[in-house]
């Protein structure tokens, strides 16, 4: 592997970086606008930021959002994690295929089809539409995400380190909790963390499934947006961008750091075994 | 009276018709769907012996030990410990350990907690628990690593770790499956003496499963020859190596070349086999009568075999020629190409450091063995 720039690598990182983050350069350097205008630059200010504190609607439904996204994250990643040791652990139980593929179609389906289908099964069963109805969609469709995640690391987990557990006097439930748990947790926190972004940015299944008073934020910006762009939605967009940039650069700056102090004592350990 | 070799002294209770077993399998069968992995199989073992399971890969050996700890039930038949049916008691509730073949150390405990948690488990108090850990770190040579994480040792380290902790509870049975496995060689012949002394020390009946028949030979009291989910033979070290019972044991445990005759005359305590393989007739030792005419194998070791230039006065001599010599400090071992075109092993043993004119590559020598060198086998 040689490390040398070349013009065409040049070119490519220069292209796919525009592609990918001129938009939302675009939006946040606007979010700084004096003017109202979107399309016109008029001077730094911050004033924008101030407003949406003062934004009531905005204000409730990014609360909004926020509870539905923590309590659907949690939950799905409960049924999840479940649902992965099941298909793992259980590789024998008739109808395993149909299962697995159950599980994962989620995945794949429209996310049109998954907020029709469950406003169907609301309306049918007379269920209210509002915060309850969004929240459990959204663990609907997330908790297939937080299956593939937990599976994935599950796999290579050492099930005599289990069975190692019970061998020492624990109950099958306490070897897991004891045991398996802490030693999956890494691939089940970003299982979480997936189930809550997926619930922060979806749009369409919350639409469907929202009733009178519930309303997210990706909901309330884009009805917002069709009467007209304003700098308060580039500013809360700068914010969330904000927040998940954050997120992201921490998680990997500690699992960067962890793999880093893994070598070393690897490396320590081999010298003086 | 002549013996096979020594086993400890004063211990073997196998032989004792009035000792009761500590551990019994009765017509024990496991199944896993289509494949019977273990198949009607009774085995007695004894407190405080060190018994081995040894056979390849495939035989039913770590399936027998992992019905021992419970995670898996036999499909029929019975497991008794210290008297007690074993049938529907889950693992955390038998009086059993066991060290595994992945050491499955906790990775995200220290080697303290790792020592520590069937204590806890058992709701021992802290300064017991404490005590413990400490003697444990101390046998096993780790006081200086307790705060280290497993994947901050080496190999060694974590195979002794693993031991600490399934030790840590004093089990009256620890279960060892395949515990050299991953070590290199000199350090795998340093653990087993450790081994063998902690067994000594505790007092514990340990029951091991490999596939290494030195390690087997070298630890154990006895030893359960396995092959396809059935016992071959038990018996001590020296009963598998000098009086194997079939040819599959004698071809297990060590090298041994392996002659095929029809028996020509059976009188006094001496068999002759009528043999094809360029040696004129075969004479050996056996008590049993065998019926004249019928077809027998007769196992022997490669350094009950002489090498001599001048043809020998042992009854059993044919010649050939030198094939391969492989040199291995202590013996040397030589294959020879028979006239009837048979190959066999034979092995000196170096006890002078400068030999003058050894027996070299393409040389025609005689083979020879006594007639009681080798053990007549019928299956």
Not at chain 1, 180 to 189: C, K, N, S, Y
Not at chain 2, 23 to 29: G, H, K
Not at chain 2, 108 to 115: A, C, K, L, R, Y
Request: net charge neutral; aromatic share 10%; hydrophobic share 45%.
């Amino acid at each position: 592997m040689s490390g040398r720039w070349t013009w065409f690598n040049i070119t490519s990182v220069i292209f796919g970086m525009g592609f990918l983050y001129l938009p939302i350069v675009i939006l946040i350097v606007f979010s700084f606008n004096e003017s109202r205008l979107v399309t016109v630059w008029a001077g730094f200010s911050t004033k924008w930021y101030g407003a949406l504190f003062r934004n009531e609607a905005l204000l409730d439904a990014a609360w909004v959002t926020l509870r539905v996204a923590l309590l659907s994250a949690s939950v799905a990643t409960v049924l999840g994690t479940l649902a992965a040791l099941a298909l793992t652990r259980y590789t024998r139980f008739p109808g395993r295929t149909l299962f697995t593929g159950m599980v994962f179609a989620p995945l794949v389906m429209p996310d049109v089809i998954i907020g029709l289908s469950l406003l169907l099964l609301f309306v049918a069963i007379g269920f209210d539409r509002g915060f309850l109805t969004i929240t459990l969609a959204h663990i609907t469709f997330s908790m297939c995400f937080v299956a593939v995640v937990v599976q994935s690391r599950l796999v290579s987990f050492d099930e005599s380190l289990e069975e190692a557990a019970q061998d020492l006097g624990c109950t099958p439930f306490h070897a897991f909790y004891k045991v398996t748990l802490p030693v999956i947790l890494p691939a089940v926190i970003s299982g979480w963390m997936l189930a809550f972004t997926l619930s922060l940015d979806d749009l369409v299944i919350a639409s469907f499934n929202s009733g009178p008073g519930a309303t997210t934020l990706p909901m309330k910006i884009y009805s917002q947006v069709r009467l007209g762009v304003t700098p308060e939605i580039n500013a809360v967009c700068t914010i969330l961008i904000g927040i998940v940039a954050t997120g992201v650069l921490i998680a990997s700056i500690v699992g960067r750091r962890r793999d880093i102090q893994r070598k070393l004592d690897e490396q320590q350990a081999a010298q003086e075994g | 009276m002549k013996s096979l070799g020594n086993v400890r002294r004063s211990f073997a209770p196998w032989i004792d018709p009035k000792s009761v077993p500590y551990i019994r399998f009765e017509n024990v069968t496991k199944k896993f769907g289509d494949f019977t992995a273990v198949d009607n199989l009774s085995l007695d073992i004894f407190e405080r012996e060190f018994f081995s399971l040894l056979g390849p890969s495939g035989c039913g050996k770590t399936t027998l030990l992992r019905m021992l700890a419970g995670f898996e039930n036999p499909t029929e038949g019975d497991i008794f410990l210290d008297g007690q049916s074993l049938k529907g008691v889950a693992p955390h509730n038998r009086p059993v350990n066991m060290m595994f073949q992945s050491y499955a150390l906790f990775p995200h405990m220290s080697v303290e907690q790792n020592i520590a948690f069937g204590l806890k488990q058992a709701k021992m108090n802290k300064s017991e628990i404490s005590d413990r850990v400490q003697q444990m770190l101390k046998l096993v040579k780790l006081e200086k690593f307790a705060k280290r994480k497993p994947h901050q040792l080496s190999g060694g380290q974590r195979q002794r770790v693993a031991l600490a902790r399934s030790v840590a509870k004093r089990p009256k049975l620890l279960l060892l499956d395949e515990p050299l496995g991953a070590l290199d060689k000199k350090l795998r012949e340093e653990t087993q003496f450790e081994l063998m002394d902690l067994q000594q020390e505790l007092g514990l009946t340990f029951v091991i499963v490999t596939h290494d028949q030195d390690e087997a030979m070298t630890m154990s009291d006895r030893i359960a020859v396995m092959d396809a989910g059935v016992v071959k033979q038990i018996g001590t070290p020296a009963e598998v190596y000098e009086a194997p019972d079939s040819r599959y044991v004698a071809d297990f445990i060590g090298s041994v070349n392996i002659f095929e005759g029809e028996v020509k005359q059976n009188a006094d305590g001496l068999v002759k086999l009528d043999s094809p393989d360029g040696f004129s007739e075969i004479q050996a030792v056996e008590d049993h009568k065998f019926e004249t005419g019928q077809k027998l194998f007769l196992a022997i070791r490669p350094e009950k075999m002489n090498l001599t230039r001048e043809r020998p006065t042992d009854a059993n001599a044919a010649s050939g020629e030198v094939w391969e010599i492989a040199y291995m400090g202590d013996v040397t071992n030589y294959i020879v190409k028979l006239d009837g075109g048979k190959m066999v092993r034979a092995s000196t043993i170096n006890r002078k450091r400068a030999v003058e004119n050894p027996i070299g590559y393409d040389e025609v020598i005689w083979v020879s063995f006594e007639p009681d060198g080798g053990t007549l086998l019928d299956r």
